[in-house]
């Protein structure tokens, strides 16, 4: 019997190398017609039939090198290590900036690793059905309904078992894209980073703004499962269609894309034998089977195994929020040195001979506000540099000294209260807004370029000392009202 099914085998492979051997002389064969063809026909035609096929050639070279080339690595954050953000939420403490809620987010990190339980977040935008998808996913939650938008206001952490045995937890988020909710969108997108996993909910083909969503998720490298809930809605077709779709929005985002029914509630009008009609309410089956198996995939590594990448999208979040917190500290203390400098200006500009001869002759002062200001983030500069900033800046002020009178002579007019317009008051008031404009210009220049760049600092000074909108006016007036009045 071996020694048949051996001779089988060989009959097989013998039949298989001789259709082989035939289908290459039958297609060289054709191929050698072809070209006693085409040698016959008029040189012209040769030539055109050439140009054709070697266009076709080209272009399909072309392809096979874009669809094979080496695909660039999509950006991933890089978190800096902790001891590093840590001084830097204590340097701000220092300056007495409010970093509780960073300080939260470490020790939060910390308890979750301690605990050793895998944390899942469902994340979608709102009336996607995540709360109905988590209570089929942890059973025993009570899911609420309502059909004039999401109804989770806050995070809520639901203990839970994974169907291999794992302890999780699993947190149901606010919806996105709700209006007027862009806190308690933020805390999602918290609460995602925390997690070890993502499960991103959605109803139908993705929108733009949920596709930006799953490529944020990406960006902090979340592991991520795609459930397309309500599937029940459409036919196979339908589904299939959908998904096909999704994989291509997604681009390569998510780790696995599945159809879902959470169940929940239905209700529908039933016409009974005698024609009467009765509302019918009734629990539909959920179907989340191929949920639980992505996620069980997702998760295989466990915590412990998860847990490294799990911390880097936090500290990578708290070093973007951390470096919000520093930007946002150094351009309130920014505005008040500018104030700072304009009342000290405002002061010098009424022991003035006359207002115009020169508008910044208060070089020292000039020469503080820069030095301040380039202290403030964290830019070291010398002399030379500063020599160059004022230079640039007289430079500046001269050319355009009929511009500051005029501003300076229009809100004296729109604000009154100061007295007459003569000589010092307005001298005083030309002090500030040239100050202002300075220190904001040099502001602006420090916190963009990192270093002192006198020739755009310059420009954007030239950009301010024409500014006559009339909030800002009101302020440089306000303040030499106050300055004129202490004196």
């Not at 989770?152 to 149901?172: F, H, I, K, M």
């Not at 997690?195 to 139908?204: D, E, L, P, Q």
């Not at 470096?323 to 022991?351: D, K, L």
């Not at 002062?365 to 540099?385: C, K, M, N, P, S």
Request: with cysteine; hydrophobic share 45%.
């Amino acid at each position: 019997m071996a020694d048949m099914s051996r001779r089988f085998r060989l009959l097989i492979a013998a039949i298989g190398i001789a259709a082989l051997a035939w289908l290459l002389l039958a297609t060289l064969e054709r191929a050698l017609s072809m070209a006693q063809r085409f040698m016959t026909l008029p040189l012209g035609i040769r030539w055109l039939i050439g140009m054709v096929l070697a266009i076709i050639l080209l272009g399909s070279l072309t392809a096979g090198v874009y669809w094979l080339r080496p695909r660039k690595a999509r950006p991933q954050a890089k978190a800096p290590n902790r001891s590093t953000i840590e001084e830097r939420i204590e340097d701000l403490r220092g300056r007495d900036v409010d970093v509780e809620s960073l300080l939260t987010e470490l020790k939060e990190l910390d308890r979750r690793q301690i605990s050793g339980r895998i944390h899942i977040a469902v994340f979608g935008e709102i009336s996607v059905g995540k709360s109905a998808l988590i209570a089929a996913l942890v059973p025993g939650i009570r899911t609420v309904s309502d059909a004039r938008g999401g109804t989770t206001r806050d995070v809520a952490l639901y203990d839970g078992e994974s169907p291999d045995g794992q302890a999780w937890t699993v947190a149901d988020v606010p919806g996105s894209a709700e209006a007027g909710g862009e806190a308690r969108e933020r805390m999602a997108r918290d609460e995602a980073l925390r997690a070890h996993a993502v499960v991103y909910v959605c109803a139908g083909d993705l929108t733009r703004s949920q596709a930006t969503e799953l490529h944020w998720l990406g960006y902090f490298g979340k592991p991520l499962v795609v459930a397309v809930n309500k599937a029940d809605q459409w036919t196979t077709q339908e589904r299939d269609a959908i998904l096909l779709r999704i994989a291509q929005h997604a681009d390569g985002m998510p780790d696995a894309i599945v159809a879902t029914r959470a169940g929940g509630e239905e209700r529908f009008t039933r016409k009974l034998p005698d024609g009467t009609v009765e509302d019918v309410r009734r629990q539909r089956k959920p179907d989340i089977d191929d949920l639980r198996q992505a996620i069980v995939r997702l998760v295989a590594q466990g915590a412990d195994g998860l847990e490294a990448q799990r911390a880097n999208a936090v500290l990578a979040s708290l070093h973007e929020r951390t470096t919000e917190s520093e930007a946002a500290y150094r351009t309130a203390e920014a505005e008040r040195i500018v104030t700072r400098y304009s009342r000290r200006a405002i002061v010098g500009a009424m022991a003035a001979v006359a207002p115009g001869t020169d508008l910044i002759v208060q070089g020292a002062l000039a020469a503080g506000l820069a030095r301040d200001l380039a202290t403030l983030h964290g830019v070291t500069v010398g002399d030379i540099e500063i020599e160059a900033l004022l230079r640039e800046a007289r430079m500046t002020v001269r050319t355009g000294t009929s511009v500051v009178l005029a501003v300076a002579g229009n809100a004296l007019k729109a604000f009154p209260g100061l007295g007459t317009l003569g000589g010092g008051v307005l001298h005083a008031f030309a002090y500030a807004l040239i100050f202002d404009s300075l220190g904001h210009a040099l502001a602006a220049t420090l916190a963009e370029r990192g270093h002192l760049d006198g020739k755009e600092a310059g420009e954007k000074l030239r950009s301010l000392l024409a500014d006559g909108s009339a909030s800002r006016l009101r302020r440089l007036t306000d303040l030499t009202r106050e300055v004129l009045r202490d004196r």
